[in-house]
């Protein structure tokens, strides 16, 4: 018999992948997967206030056995009411204010969308229908300060950010309801995920975007501003979040209820990434460092840096600080071995093919776009 299945965040990139996902799953299309005798029937929930876009949604919309719910995480009536109509099978969380840098000046609300809203949905379950398997998305900001590396689920959570505070503040709370109401709610810590849906406001998606919009330029000839950065020293552990949805799944369809890290298990940094984002375009630049002598020792001074053309020097890349953060955790990089072998998950795209893919994708609509 088919499964209903509840899912938060449909418009943005995570929740977008989870039910393409799900509808490849319902026609066979899915490697690994057998189609359902019944197919699985896919609530959608977009907030009622917002005007959704619905750019992301476009390959599953029309699907027969999908619909789009209205619902809103900062409300309980919405969040139970909606439980209580459908009695979900499995509720999957992927709606959060997920922007890190945001997060300083927006803290409360922040707050209660990642974590009250989580509170709310486990409440509901609770109450209405508690057969129910939820999700929790979690972040790799929950562990904040690196005491060692690679990070596990055992690592200490010191988040340094009101966002990575909100996300740690919704991991405890899926334990204690599992653990005191006998729930099957898991939350999985997600390393930096990224992708074609991803958001512009995004330091991975401003670049490739950025790096789009510079090769169309050049292809016609025409001036172009850089890409404004800010601090590019900071490494990340990126993976593609397609990958991250089939991870997902098999959390959710464990013998019993576990959390995971879902990560690539390395790390790049941001300036990494710029550079192979500009060679994947076929754009050749280099780095132009400036230093100044404190106390007889060269300083390079990263406000400074930027990344040029290397025969004309023309800039594509500049730093302005008021992109750095208040706090910034230096280094991710996760250990996701645990979901690996216990649950044979196993990413399909490794960085290169990551920022590859995604550099395509905004050329080839960066020329499609009329000047």
């Known amino acids: 018999m088919g499964k209903k299945i509840l899912i938060t965040g449909v418009t943005g990139q995570d929740g977008a992948n989870m039910c393409e996902f799900l509808t490849r799953i319902n026609s066979g299309e899915e490697e690994g997967h057998d189609a359902p005798e019944e197919p699985h029937s896919i609530f959608g929930m977009i907030r009622r206030t ?35 109509e459908i009695k979900p099978d499995y509720f999957i969380n992927f709606a959060a204010n997920s922007f890190v ?11 209660d969308t990642n974590a009250m809203g989580v509170l709310r949905c486990l409440e509901a379950i609770k109450e209405h229908a508690p057969d129910c398997r939820f999700y929790s998305a979690g972040s790799s900001e929950e562990f904040g300060d690196v005491d060692y590396v690679p990070q596990d689920m055992k690592h200490p959570i010191k988040p340094r950010s009101p966002y990575g505070a909100s996300k740690a503040a919704a991991r405890h709370l899926v334990k204690v309801y599992r653990e005191s109401y006998n729930l099957y709610a898991v939350h999985g810590t997600l390393f930096n995920h990224e992708g074609t849906k991803r958001g512009e406001e995004f330091v991975t998606r401003k670049i490739t975007k950025g790096v789009a919009r510079i090769y169309k330029s050049i292809k016609d000839k025409r001036k172009f501003e850089p890409i404004e950065l800010g601090n590019l020293s900071p490494r990340r552990d990126w993976s593609d979040s397609e990958d991250f949805v089939k991870g997902v799944w098999l959390m959710l369809n464990q013998s019993e209820p576990k959390d995971y890290v879902l990560s690539s298990n390395e790390t790049h940094s941001i300036e990494e990434f710029v550079e192979k984002a500009f060679t994947k375009a076929g754009i050749l630049g280099e780095w132009s460092h400036v230093e100044e002598s404190i106390d007889g020792h060269y300083v390079r001074i990263p406000q400074q ?36 072998e216990e649950l044979g998950w196993k990413p399909n795209n ?22």
């Open 50 to 84: 917002a005007t959704p876009n619905f750019k992301n949604c476009e390959l599953f919309k029309r699907d027969k056995n999908f619909q789009f719910v209205e619902g809103d995480l900062t409300d309980s009536v919405s969040i139970t009411g909606l439980v209580k």
């Open 101 to 111: 840098g945001v997060s300083w000046k927006m803290p409360e609300h922040v707050f």
């Open 305 to 340: 840096t930027k990344y040029v053309d290397r025969t004309t020097k023309e800039n594509y890349v500049t730093i302005n600080e008021k992109f750095y953060r208040p706090a910034e955790v230096n280094l991710l990089l996760g250990d996701s071995t645990p979901i690996r």
């Open 350 to 371: 490794s960085f290169d093919r990551l920022v590859e893919k995604m550099v395509k994708h905004d050329i080839d609509e960066e020329m499609q776009r009329k000047n």
